[in-house]
Antibody, heavy 119, light 108 residues
Framework: EVQLVESGGGLVQPGGSLRLSCAASGFTFSTYWMTWVRQAPGKGLEWVANIKQDGDIEYYVDSVKGRFTISRDNAKNSLYLQMNSLRVEDTALYYC????????????WGQGTLVTVSS | DIQMTQSPSSLSASVGDRVTITCRASQSITTYLNWYQQKPGKAPNLLIYDASSLHSGVPSTFSGSGSGTDFTLTITSLQPEDFATYYCQQTYHAMYFTFGPGTKVDIK
């Protein structure tokens, strides 16, 4: 059974940093693109970033470029999101998701970890 | 960047109704269009991929159609468990995925 479990969320002040993790199991992690999606409270879904199987290609939504870094450790079956220079508008539930093999739709999702940026 | 719009933003319907949700892209995305269902407090679930392919385990009451810029999600007979918010998503632009703003389906 595919499982994605996010962790690392919490309350942080504007300008601060946080590192999210996503532990994957039930599939061969190293063979899939992985993605982060966020959802601000009461709002819609926003794709944040994704990363290729071997980690050599990353893409980001414009609003996080230069502040967030996606990475992965295939030996640990883990996905990460390093978030720096956090802003109030980064407050959201952050989901990790597995993209379909050789395609881009998001087949499996975790339950999310909440990031709150507030002073 | 490719912008996605959905209409309506919300609708009220009864069990057994036929429901249609429209999604429009700001430029052609051929059939790189997916649909997700999200229930309150839960992660989204994939319903339809490539505009019209039904994801494994999704009831056949759901169907998708369209290509280019205009797409439709249809629920042929609304069930109690179908009351949720539905999002379209383009994956045509490999470096920049975008979701539509969502359509909330609630009980009339």
């Amino acid at each position: 059974e595919v499982q994605l479990v996010e962790s690392g969320g919490g309350l942080v002040q504007p300008g601060g940093s946080l590192r999210l993790s996503c532990a994957a199991s039930g599939f061969t992690f190293s063979t899939y693109w992985m993605t982060w999606v966020r959802q601000a409270p009461g709002k819609g879904l926003e794709w944040v970033a994704n990363i290729k199987q071997d980690g050599d290609i990353e893409y980001y939504v414009d609003s996080v470029k230069g502040r967030f870094t996606i990475s992965r450790d295939n030996a640990k079956n883990s996905l990460y999101l390093q978030m720096n220079s956090l802003r109030v508008e980064d407050t959201a539930l952050y989901y990790c998701a597995r993209e379909a093999y050789s395609s881009s739709w998001f087949e499996y999702w975790g339950q999310g970890t909440l990031v709150t940026v507030s002073s | 960047d490719i912008q996605m719009t959905q209409s309506p933003s919300s609708l009220s319907a009864s069990v057994g109704d036929r429901v249609t949700i429209t999604c429009r892209a700001s430029q052609s995305i051929t059939t790189y269009l997916n649909w997700y269902q999200q229930k309150p407090g839960k992660a989204p679930n994939l319903l339809i991929y490539d505009a019209s392919s039904l994801h494994s385990g999704v009831p056949s009451t759901f169907s998708g159609s369209g290509s280019g810029t205009d797409f439709t999600l249809t629920i042929t007979s609304l069930q109690p468990e179908d009351f949720a918010t539905y999002y379209c998503q383009q994956t045509y632009h490999a470096m920049y995925f975008t979701f539509g703003p969502g359509t909330k389906v609630d009980i009339k």
